[in-house]
């Protein structure tokens, strides 16, 4: 049995009063663009503006995940997008432009002021996502609080395959538990990476996941 991590000193006395100084900044800066965003959902497709699903949180506990509603209103509720069959038709013509620069994850400052989250670590998987849960267990990334971004959302995205994000989510944990100065570079280099990402629109894959093993020559699928 895996010998449950200990946090670090930067963990216990930097992390979080940093994901509380960000997050309380970024919602009182971002409100006006919250409000823009909520008219225009109610605008494309009337219903909840908030999209509310369960996911596994720090010691696969669960908590109530929030994001700006991308989907239409009858979209299945904990059914991951590359699973559905013809995603495209469930997302709205706003989701579109929210889910292209990420602007759907907005909410989840919310998820982090209240402590469910961080503003970097392990994306949140699914309540029903055990076949991630499983692999994450490996390298400790269910024992920290998942966050708004991480390592292997700047690496790769939605084109990897799930033992390649947990490994990336390992490769963080390691780093993070490390401490001090190396555990603050690494979540500088996410948080700030995820600016690029973002911008440039690196490893989004509507309906898709693992794409890059999919695609490279010589490998199962590939063209």
């Not at 509310?52 to 997008?81: A, E």
């Not at 390592?151 to 790769?156: F, K, L, T």
Request: glycine share 10%; proline share 6%; with cysteine.
């Amino acid at each position: 049995m895996r010998e449950k991590r200990k946090r670090t000193a930067y963990e216990k006395y930097c992390k979080r009063p940093i994901d509380l100084l960000l997050s309380f900044t970024g919602l009182i800066c971002l409100s006006p663009l919250y409000l823009l965003i909520a008219a225009v959902i109610l605008i494309d497709d009337p219903g909840p503006v908030l999209f509310t699903q369960k996911r596994i949180g720090k010691d696969k506990i669960c908590f109530n995940l929030h994001k700006f509603r991308s989907m239409k209103v009858d979209s299945p509720h904990d059914t991951p997008t590359h699973l559905l069959a013809a995603p495209d038709s469930y997302i709205t013509r706003v989701g579109k432009i929210l889910r292209k620069y990420s602007l759907d994850e907005l909410p989840q400052i919310w998820d982090i002021l209240a402590g469910h989250m961080s503003i970097v670590g392990p994306r949140p998987a699914l309540w029903n996502q055990d076949d991630l849960v499983a692999e994450r267990d490996r390298y400790g990334a269910n024992d920290i609080r998942p966050g708004l971004t991480g390592w292997a959302q700047i690496n790769g995205r939605d084109e990897l395959e799930i033992p390649d994000k947990a490994r990336l989510d390992g490769a963080y944990v390691e780093a993070l538990s490390k401490g001090g100065i190396s555990a603050f570079k690494m979540d500088c280099r996410c948080f700030f990476g995820t600016f690029s990402s973002v911008l440039r629109r690196e490893g989004v894959v509507e309906g898709g996941t693992g794409r890059l093993a999919r695609t490279e020559p010589g490998k199962k699928g590939g063209k």
